[in-house]
């Protein structure tokens, strides 16, 4: 079993087999063999027909830990201390130079935390053009702040220009106390309130809104007296059409497509709240509806609405005007139009 050092601070290696005192047998490959050090290992122990495994139980070193250092996988190693040790065990054993193998892996795996030092004999030249440059900036600007000085001299010294007073306005004199003040002619009246309404002709925008349908300007006057009579909202004219009136939508249509749905519509004559539910109660759609914004129902059986008001929705089916809501609560299928 390999050895923990842990936080040991001084590692001392045994080996169960005495190293060769420097002796080195003939071709074996030196410290300098391979691309690094952990291929001049592996090429020594292969050597001398040794196993990872025999190197690890000769050194204590975990035989992960010579596997990792032949192949160099630093982050399978402990700290560069430990690693260092290891790698001087492993070639005192193999008979190789201990301290010269340290030397290469240093130079093979530099550590990254120790500050770079200078080449030796190496000449520091510096560009002379970069001298040249510094020297003309420094005139350029010598020359710009002895200009400026020169020029607020000349300034300062010469004459102050003869400017001519401007002549003052005369003021008009105050009217003494008491006396009449006369004032100017009236200025016209705006415009805005000079030109009047234009004249619109009663019914005719509900008829507008209706394909210019007579029935439907009736029905608009209808629902207006009406609204006015119980004393609720106004209707909105533009979203009263009369039975039989094509489906108009005079805002967002929500619910089906048109190719998937049953042939119902609901169309808001004012604001008001419409929930679909299905046959489980669970909640299809939900919205407040403003005026001219529609519903159109699904083939989807099962299906009722709860409405607010019955009397603001306009039942269409097959795409004309049916009637309208008469109940709280109604189901869809009641108002599909039977087939022909």
């Not at 001084?10 to 420097?22: A, N, Y």
Request: net charge negative; glycine share 10%.
């Amino acid at each position: 079993m390999a050895l923990d050092t842990g936080s040991v601070r001084h590692l001392h290696l045994v080996s169960d087999v005495e190293p060769d005192e420097g002796f080195v047998a003939v071709g074996q490959p030196s410290v300098e063999e391979g691309v690094d050090i952990g291929a001049a290992l592996r090429a020594a122990r292969t050597f001398r027909g040794l196993t990872t495994q025999d190197v690890a139980d000769a050194t204590r070193i975990r035989q992960s830990y010579i596997d990792a250092l032949e192949d160099l996988r630093l982050e399978e190693l402990p700290s560069r201390p430990f690693t260092i040790g290891y790698v001087r065990a492993y070639a005192n054993l193999l008979g190789l130079d201990g301290e010269a193998a340290v030397l290469r892996f240093k130079n093979d795996v530099p550590d990254e935390g120790e500050p770079l030092r200078a080449p030796v004999g190496v000449r520091h030249e510096r560009d002379p053009r970069l001298a040249l440059v510094l020297v003309a900036g420094m005139l350029l600007i010598g020359a710009i702040l002895l200009w400026n000085v020169a020029r607020r001299a000349m300034e300062k010294d010469a004459p102050s220009s003869q400017v001519a007073a401007n002549a003052t306005a005369p003021r008009s004199a105050s009217a003494p106390a008491g006396s009449a003040v006369s004032l100017g002619a009236p200025l016209p009246a705006p415009v805005e309130s000079t030109t009047p309404e234009p004249y619109k002709t009663p019914g005719l925008d509900d008829a507008a809104a209706n394909g210019g349908s007579a029935d439907a300007a009736t029905a608009a006057s209808k629902a207006r007296a009406s609204a006015a009579a119980s004393g609720g909202p106004e209707i909105d004219a533009a979203h009263v059409a009369a039975l039989g009136s094509p489906f108009k939508p005079r805002g967002a249509v929500y619910g089906a497509a048109a190719a998937d749905s049953s042939g119902v519509v609901l169309l808001a004559r004012k604001a008001a709240t419409l929930v679909v539910r299905g046959a489980d109660g669970s909640v299809y759609f939900a919205r407040q509806l403003s005026a001219g914004e529609a519903f159109r129902a699904p083939r989807s059986m099962g299906l009722s609405a709860d409405v607010s008001d019955p009397s603001n929705f306009d039942v269409y089916t097959g795409g004309v005007m049916t009637g309208r809501l008469t109940a709280s609560t109604t189901a869809l299928s009641k108002l599909v139009k039977p087939a022909a």
